[in-house]
């Protein structure tokens, strides 16, 4: 029988049976994985925290007997992220990063990039708390990781220059001129937020600390991001709907 060992990220677990839980993890070479942790509920001694949501562990498992899900020999704690745990909008940022991994990457296998992608943010919601300009950062290097690179500094469709205001299409490849562009509707950034995002796709994608957006950067970026992940994703988030309330109440 041939052991499997990997660092890993918990995703979620949910209760099975009377004492049993099922672990989903997220991991650099396998994607997103599930096992079976016995008598996960009985016995905090055999892996005590270990199996929270947004924890930074290693995981040993054997492989699967017939169709059953592969059991969990050990999990061992790297970090708990405990500074996350206290404060409601980490909480709320890190389930959305976690969903958006899942939805967008699923069981495809092979994702180191996306991996310390997430690893990164979730540290960074650990550390420093949460900020519009992490989320932002999050969405637009996931984005770029699974292989969607807007146009951004020339129109998609004729490469000419913009103007001031762009149209931004993801449907048609991102930044349109305003002659490609339909004269109204769909989501408008200024030249400097098209600029902004480009330069952010230049900066390492492990680096959160240090980057401060504008408000106008936020607001139009922001607003570009969710189109264009909204054309990868077959059904509404629900950490999206969960962190759209979190986030009114912070603000009302
Ligand atoms: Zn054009």
Avoid at 49 to 73: C, D, I, M, N, Y
Avoid at 100 to 116: N, T
Avoid at 137 to 154: A, C, D, S, T
Wanted: aromatic letters at 8%.
């Amino acid at each position: 029988m041939q052991f499997q060992v990997s660092d890993a990220i918990i995703l979620r677990h949910i209760d099975y049976g009377e004492a049993d839980r099922v672990v989903t993890f997220f991991t650099p070479q396998q994607g997103r994985c599930k096992g079976f942790a016995r008598g996960a509920r009985n016995s905090r001694k055999r892996f005590g925290t270990a199996l929270e949501p947004f924890a930074q562990v290693r995981v040993h498992w054997s492989p699967a007997k017939g169709s059953g899900l592969p059991p969990l020999r050990e999990v061992e704690l790297i970090d708990l992220r405990v500074g996350l745990r206290s404060d409601l909008l980490s909480l709320a940022l890190a389930g959305y990063g976690c969903e958006l991994v899942e939805e967008l990457v699923g069981d495809d296998p092979g994702h180191p990039d996306i991996y310390q992608l997430l690893r990164a943010f979730l540290d960074h919601l650990a550390t420093a708390g949460p900020s519009p300009t992490a989320r932002l950062l999050f969405e637009l290097r996931l984005l770029h990781q699974i292989g969607y690179v807007p146009h951004l500094l020339h129109c998609a469709e004729c490469f000419g220059p913009l103007a001031d205001e762009v149209a931004f299409d993801p449907h048609r490849g991102g930044s349109l001129c305003g002659g490609c562009a339909p004269a109204a509707g769909g989501v408008r950034l200024g030249l400097t937020t098209v600029g902004s995002l480009a330069r952010l796709l230049r900066s390492p994608p492990e680096q959160f600390a240090g980057i401060n957006l504008g408000e106008r950067t936020l607001a139009e970026g922001g607003a570009a991001l969710a189109t264009a992940l909204n054309i990868h994703l077959s059904r509404p988030l629900r950490s999206l709907r969960f962190l759209r309330e979190i986030s009114r109440a912070f603000e009302g």
